[in-house]
Structures are given as C-alpha cells and as structure tokens.
C-alpha cells in the first residue's frame, strides 16, 4: 500500500507539472535539435553516448546536440566538442527539451515535461539479453501500469540486443508495441570492434594499471540493499585463483551500478581499483582481462569479447525469489558459484574452448542482434528524423 501510494504521488506531481509547463508547447520544435541523457541525467555514456559521438561524426556542423546533466559543472569539458551542456533544472534544458526534435534515453524520460506530437523518442535500454526481470506489465497494479504506461508510452523506437530482449523485456515486461530496431547496442560497437592496442594501453593507463597488470572487473548489479559489499567476494583469493588458472600478475577493479554513482566505495573495497566513477563503462570492459558479476546484463556485452566471465552469486536463493529470471541461470553459459570455494574452483578449472562454445550457443538462442554497426544504424535514423536523411532505410 505504501509503495502504491508513493506511485499516485508521483503521477500526480508529473501531471501537475506537465500542466505548467504547457506553455512551453508554443514554441517551435527545430527539426535538427536533439536532445540526449543517460542514466537519469548523471553520465555521459552507454548508448546514447555512442550514438551522439557517431551523430557529430556523420553530420558535422548540420546537427544541434545537447545533453541533459544533474551535474552539468562535471561535464563542461563536452562544449570544447560542440556539445551544448545543460543541467537539468535550469530553464535553458526546459526550452531545449521542449523544441529538441529527437530524444533519446538509455532508461526512462522525464514523464514531468509534456510530450509534442512532432517529437521523436528513441529509447536504448541500458542492458543486453535477458537475465533478470524487469517487472511484467501483466502483473503490475494498475497505478503500477499508468506509470509504466507514461514512460514508456513514450517511446517512438526503441533498440535491442537480441530477439530474446525484443520478446521478453520490451514487449512482455514493459508491454511496449511499438517499433524495435534490432541492430544491436551502439556502446557494444566498441567491444566488437577490431582489437587496438594502443587504444587499451590508453585506457589502462586512466583506470591506473601499470605495464603488465591484468585487470579482473568486479561489477555487481543493483540491489535495493545498497549495502552490496558484503555480498563481495575474497579480492585476495580471487586474485590468487586467477593467477594460479591465467599467470601474470592481476589486480581487481570494483565498480559499483549507476544507482551507487556519487557514493564512496573506498572503505567496503580495499584491495580493488574503485571504477565507479569512471565515465565509461565499455572502456573497462575492453581493456580487462575477466570479469566477475553476479546477475549484471554486463555478462552480454563481456560475453561478446571471448573474455572469461565467471558469476558470484551468493544470495542466488533470495534474490530469485525477490526478482527472478526470463531464463534459468544455471543454463547460461558463465560458471556460477554461490560461495567463494567454489568461484576459486571455477577460475582454476576454466577451459577456454568449452566455455567459448557455450557463449556461442547462447547467444544463438537468444537471437543476438549484434552488429558491430548499431550506433550507425541509430545515428542515420535520426538523421531520418531530423530531415538529414532523405530515405528512410530499412534496417530490420
């Protein structure tokens, strides 16, 4: 009852608001306006980061690009790149956001700001395949279902990973029915991209890793228990596991899910690199070494590298009866451990091609989308839509 109640409160406050910001309506929409935010206003990154950049790059000096920041002090740096920095309780972003003809997300958009009929909304989600659950439409009360139903209906397009993320996240849990463009994610460009050692070496070198390290990456998924880290696994036994399985000498990278952005992880994670922080975080993946999560969509985009991907789970039992799966666990092709002896075992017992077949295999089964060419194919619809693009292609 609780949670229903702060729902309808924040339906109403939406309405209140979009009541207000009516007049807004009357200025003009400019076709070559658009508008981008990620992760609710606090980075510069994933999809719509990679979209934007290829944007820029297609059409130079013909498009207006702005990004939408709760902390726009953090991100002056982007106006050097013609990038129109706008923090978001300034009346600057309500003007913009207003007449931006194209809008694009990576979760949801504000449902406080009216929508305009000759607005463009492009969504991108923030995870690929279809692990854990994110709510089911079907299943949802019905104040659940309008603020469901005001977020999403606001979606003109939206991109996916695979036909698995298509079925069973877009149209059964969020009941969206409108049109997918199944061409992959653009941030995962990058990861199935041509190998380029002098862009890892300078990548490693701003995560802080000197000459030889490999970097295993810890990266939980959220919890609404923020208090993860004593679900962390033993960084010096992990460490040593994997220096007795892969050799060399490796180090651990934390980093915490976006929720946990502004928190400090220094003292729940000694022993660990903190990447929490770092602004991008297909940068890390393509420049460590393995990865170790839990129940993170962070375990597609690994997945698609090759590299080796071990889960930690040892609240498996808990967080399946509070959340749930589309797909059994067991079945995907990541060694699982629910306790610390037997991720120890995984990492020594790992066997390259085994595991290499499995990935293959399942992202078989999951109808994997991935091109290679996603922020492309997302770039040139806008294009599309802001009348850059005379043709509407067909990308399906």
């Known amino acids: 009852m609780k949670r229903e109640f702060h729902i309808v409160q924040r339906l109403l406050t939406s309405a209140c608001l979009r009541l207000l910001l009516q007049p807004f309506r009357l200025l003009p929409v400019k076709k070559n306006r658009v508008l981008f935010t990620s992760y609710l206003d606090k980075q510069y990154s994933c999809n719509p980061k990679y979209i934007s950049e290829k944007l820029m790059k297609m059409y130079p000096g013909r498009i207006e690009v702005g990004w939408a920041f709760r902390h726009p002090e953090e991100f002056s740096y982007l106006s050097e790149k013609g990038i129109r920095v706008l923090g978001t309780k300034t009346l600057k972003f309500i003007v913009f956001a207003m007449t931006a003809r194209v809008i694009c997300t990576n979760t949801y958009y504000k449902p406080s700001l009216p929508r305009r009929k000759k607005q463009f909304f492009l969504?991108?989600?923030?995870?690929?395949?279809?692990?854990?659950?994110?709510?089911?439409?079907?299943?949802?009360?019905?104040?659940?279902?309008?603020?469901?139903?005001?977020?999403?209906?606001?979606?003109?397009?939206?991109?996916?990973?695979?036909?698995?993320?298509?079925?069973?996240?877009?149209?059964?849990?969020?009941?969206?029915?409108?049109?997918?463009?199944?061409?992959?994610?653009?941030?995962?460009?990058?990861?199935?991209?041509?190998?380029?050692a002098e862009k890892t070496a300078l990548i490693r070198r701003r995560i802080g890793l000197k000459d030889g390290e490999r970097l295993c990456l810890y990266a939980p998924t959220y919890r609404k228990d923020t208090r993860v880290h004593k679900l962390n696994p033993d960084y010096e036994k992990t460490l040593s596991a994997l220096e007795q399985r892969f050799s060399g000498t490796w180090v651990m990278g934390y980093r915490g899910h976006h929720v946990t952005q502004y928190k400090d992880h220094t003292d729940v994670n000694r022993g660990a690199l903190d990447l929490t922080q770092y602004p991008d975080m297909q940068e890390i993946l393509y420049a460590a070494d393995a990865l170790i999560t839990d129940y993170s969509s962070s375990i597609w985009d690994m997945g698609l590298t090759g590299k080796p991907v071990f889960l930690y789970a040892p609240d498996l039992n808990s967080y399946r009866s509070e959340r749930d799966f589309y797909t059994d666990i067991h079945t995907w092709p990541f060694p699982l451990a629910e306790n610390m002896e037997q991720l120890e075992e995984n990492i020594r017992s790992f066997h390259e091609d085994r595991y290499a077949d499995a990935v293959r295999k399942h992202f078989r089964e999951l109808g994997s989308c991935e091109s290679g060419k996603a922020s492309f194919f997302a770039a040139r619809r806008i294009g599309y839509e802001t009348g850059l693009e005379k043709k509407k292609y067909d990308d399906q």
Not at 131 to 153: C, F, H, I, P, T
Not at 181 to 190: A, C, F, S, T
């Open 123 to 196: 969504y991108t989600w923030h995870g690929g395949g279809a692990y854990k659950r994110v709510g089911d439409a079907q299943d949802m009360s019905l104040a659940e279902r309008l603020s469901l139903r005001m977020r999403e209906g606001r979606a003109d397009l939206y991109l996916s990973s695979s036909r698995a993320f298509t079925r069973l996240t877009l149209r059964q849990s969020f009941g969206y029915r409108g049109e997918v463009m199944e061409k992959g994610m653009p941030r995962n460009d990058l990861l199935l991209s041509e190998p380029d």
